[in-house]
């Protein structure tokens, strides 16, 4: 007999899909999109829709492994959890918490998977991760210039006349904004891409313009040029900006036509965006690739500023979206400890970091919800930093490339069997992850790991309570005074009551002046001297198949590496050759692609390095600008035969 069971996704990914499972003798026979979810609307992106792959994956790990004699052994809950507990109050005596490095990425965006920062924040404080790889010099901007991040409500673009997506591919990154876009177009919106990377989304559009990776602060400061030439700023712009009048001297300093060519766009681009910008409202979205340059934050803060001077911050229709809060409907503070961690590591220079820290040194790195090694640039410094620790222990469902170098694997539960309360950073929407199967025997929740280990380590009842426990008591503080409860929660999927519709409708900001703080100082640019030698910018990006590690498809072949026929240097289209950086190089197949530009070298990001995919084994650690973000598309690579001809004897 089949069962309809739903639940929210709790993957990396902005939407958190609806799903509804379909459950036959304890087996989840099929998925599909829950129709009733206000945003998802009853269909799922690629990777969800073909989960049961990952569910009942052969590879899947339904028992806790432990290295001995230098292998992975399979062991029982109470040997795994009583060596963990062992080594982790020796290490602590030694040498103090700080010798602890508890890193816990995105794998899991449920807000139990903070279960984990409650142990560790009352074990030590350890040691633990700032910045953050993907988005921080994006997070850092909107935060600098308004003292808030979040975006505009997803059905608010059906108000916009003109909609800017900067640097956003909305088929990949986030195709639940799709069906609003189109009906923002039926409305009579027009939208317009401005990224250096040609893709699918460059169809909704009418128009596209393609700068040079890095050179959007240059078309913002032309853009803003054009705005205070042609007298199209907001009037009232003084009344809600700080320094207005140094933002405008930062673009009066070169010409448009001069801006331009450092964008490598044409002077019409500035005066079309500038145009749109002006007949109100206008709304950016702005994609997280935006800010993984070196340059990040200071791009992000110059579309700030453009949408301030332009009169579109604070009107329906209007705004720079980036970001949605998804913890901001609740209170995190039980996971938070009494005092402040002693120490951090950057994320972004994970490996360079853990290797190079003294006063104590890191002997322990516990990880969870992440793959430092595959997502992390500098992937072989990252697995060195691993391998040279005395216990590292990683909570995964399978045994990834972090894994593979532990000390100690724990099983945990996956999307289907988690049991949680989640925010998005796609869409305001609110849901609850109930387990539509439960996990296999020998597989626990982190919930349960938590749980079990904090009895062993002087810490019982610490972290008491049901999963529902927990979630009512994260939930119910912030949400129960809009009348919202747990119950209505589990119902379905419920609108944070907390997020505004328009931000800063009232043009008030939650920065120290109360007003918006303007971009004053261009980024410094300096240019490669690999230039030459490595021609080809890389770009690793998300694709429909994969978004990062945990997504990543079983391995057909070789990685393909997306270039202009011009920049192939000879080599033909299909042909199997050498990605090649300062730091690393894999084996890739060429496709030719006369829509890129001639500067950049695009592969699929999220691919495994025990699978020769991973491109961030070429990438050196940088961080951002502002926020410590990683700069992930600043490495420099070219192409080269797999099999170089050899020097005559």
């Known amino acids: 007999m089949q069962e309809i069971r739903k639940t929210v996704c709790n993957r990396d990914c902005p939407d958190a899909c ?92 449920g807000m139990l ?46 108000n916009a006349r003109h909609i800017l997506l900067w640097g956003k591919n909305v088929f990949t990154s986030s195709p639940h904004t799709l069906p609003v876009l189109r009906e923002a177009k039926a409305r009579g919106a027009e939208l317009v891409l401005i990224d250096p990377v040609h893709h699918r989304t460059a169809s909704l559009c009418g128009a596209f313009y393609q700068p040079r990776p890095g050179g959007d602060f240059a078309l913002a400061m032309a853009v803003a040029r054009v705005l205070f030439d042609e007298g199209w700023t907001d009037p009232s712009a003084a009344d809600y900006c700080d320094h207005l009048d140094a933002f405008r001297a930062l673009a009066a300093r070169r010409s448009v036509a001069a801006w331009c060519e450092d964008a490598d766009v044409p002077a019409s681009a500035a005066v079309d965006l500038a145009r749109r910008l002006a007949d109100r409202p206008a709304a950016i979205l702005v994609g997280w690739g935006m800010g993984r340059r070196t340059s990040g934050g200071a791009i992000v803060r110059a579309l700030d500023a453009l ?59 516990w990880v969870t919800a992440g793959n430092p090694v595959a997502m992390l640039p500098e992937s072989e410094t990252v697995a060195e930093a691993l391998r040279t620790r005395e216990l590292v222990v990683v909570v995964d469902a399978f045994l990834t490339d972090t894994a593979r170098l532990a000390h100690l694997v724990l099983p945990t539960t996956t999307l289907l069997e988690a049991d949680d309360l989640l925010g998005a950073y796609g869409h305001h929407y609110l849901g609850v ?3 539509v199967v439960p996990p296999p025997d020998g597989v626990k929740s982190d919930l349960e790991i938590m749980q079990e280990l904090a009895g062993r380590v002087g810490l019982a009842g610490a972290l008491d309570g049901s999963a529902r426990a927990w979630k009512r008591r994260i939930a119910e503080p912030r949400l129960a005074p809009f009348g919202v409860t747990l119950d209505d929660l589990e119902r379905g999927p419920v609108r944070n009551p907390l997020a505004a519709e328009v931000l800063f409708a009232d043009r008030k900001f939650p920065t120290p002046s109360g007003r918006v703080n303007l971009v004053t100082e261009a980024p410094e640019e300096r240019e490669d001297p690999a230039t030459g ?13 994969s978004q990062s590690s945990q997504w990543a498809r079983p391995p057909e072949g070789p990685a393909v590496v997306t270039v202009h026929p011009d920049a192939a240097g000879g080599l033909p289209d299909g042909s199997v050759c050498r990605l090649e950086s300062r730091v690393g190089a894999m084996v890739v197949r060429l496709r030719h692609d006369p829509a890129q530009r001639r500067d950049v070298a695009l592969v699929p990001k999220g691919g495994h390095l025990r699978d020769g995919r991973c491109a961030n084994a070429l990438i050196r650690a940088r961080t951002t600008d502002i926020g410590e973000g990683g700069a992930l598309y600043e490495e420099r690579v070219r192409l080269a035969p797999l099999d170089p001809p050899r020097a005559a004897p």
């Open 113 to 158: 998977a903070g279960i984990t920062d409650a142990f560790f924040a009352r074990f030590g404080p350890v040691t633990v991760k700032r910045g953050d790889i993907c988005s921080g010099a994006g997070d850092a901007a909107q935060l600098t210039d308004f003292g808030e991040e979040d975006s505009h409500d997803l059905a608010d673009l059906r």
């Open 433 to 435: 992850a109930r387990p």
């Open 18 to 109: 609806g799903i509804v499972a379909t459950v036959e003798d304890g087996r989840v026979v099929r998925l599909g999109g829950d129709p009733s979810h206000p945003v998802t609307r009853g269909f799922l992106c690629y990777r969800t829709s073909r989960f049961l792959e990952t569910q009942y994956s052969p590879a899947r790990l339904t028992t806790p492994l432990l290295r001995k004699g230098g292998e992975l052994a399979p062991v029982s809950w109470d040997e795994a959890l009583d060596a963990a507990a062992a080594q982790l109050l020796r290490i602590r005596a030694e040498s103090g918490p700080a010798a602890i490095f508890h890193y816990r990425s995105g794998g899991s965006l």
């Open 533 to 545: 030698e490595f021609p080809l910018l890389l770009m690793a990006l998300s694709t429909e198949k």
């Open 307 to 365: 949408s301030a001077v332009s009169g579109n911050l604070g009107v329906p229709g209007g705004g720079v979206s980036f970001y949605f809060k998804r913890r901001g409907a609740f209170d995190l503070s039980p996971f938070q400890g009494e005092r402040p961690a002693p120490r951090t590591v950057c994320e972004p220079l994970f490996g360079p970091e853990v290797l190079r820290m003294s006063d104590p040194p890191i002997r322990a790195v």
